[in-house]
């Protein structure tokens, strides 16, 4: 069974930085993409943005130019550095982890998530 572990969310001031990291039980080049969603209060839960095991990656717009997905693939870690942080970022940050088999079904793994609250 999959794992993933989120950790480094917080409190922070607006305009302020925190870097999340997400750490899967096995290789990350095993999953097809690897992601970052957030679920704010009384919200559905949204994409943040992806990172493909090329390490192409592709952002919500709300965040653009704001965050960035990275991975450490000999860490099995992927990272969301989150810069210039908007009272709007506050959420819950889930993990995603896709696997697509040889028969073409998606699984999805999920974090337990990291709460992250900017305040103004």
């Known amino acids: 069974q999959v794992q993933l572990v989120e950790s480094g969310g917080g409190l922070v001031q607006a305009g302020g930085s925190l870097r999340l990291s997400c750490a899967a039980s096995?290789?990350?080049?095993?999953?097809?993409?690897m992601g970052w969603y957030r679920q704010a209060p009384g919200k559905q839960r949204e994409l943040v943005g992806t990172?493909?095991?090329?390490?192409?990656?592709n952002y919500a717009d709300s965040v653009k130019g704001r965050f960035t997905i990275s991975s450490d693939n000999a860490k099995n870690t992927v990272y969301l550095q989150m810069n210039s942080l908007k009272p709007e970022d506050t959420a819950v940050y889930y993990c995603?982890?896709?696997?697509?088999?040889?028969?073409?079904?998606?699984?999805?793994?999920w974090g337990q998530g990291t709460q992250v609250t900017v305040s103004s």
């Open positions: 990172i493909t095991s090329g390490g192409n990656t």
């Open positions: 096995r290789s990350i080049f095993s999953f097809n993409n």
């Open positions: 995603n982890a896709l696997y697509i088999n040889s028969k073409w079904r998606p699984t999805d793994y």
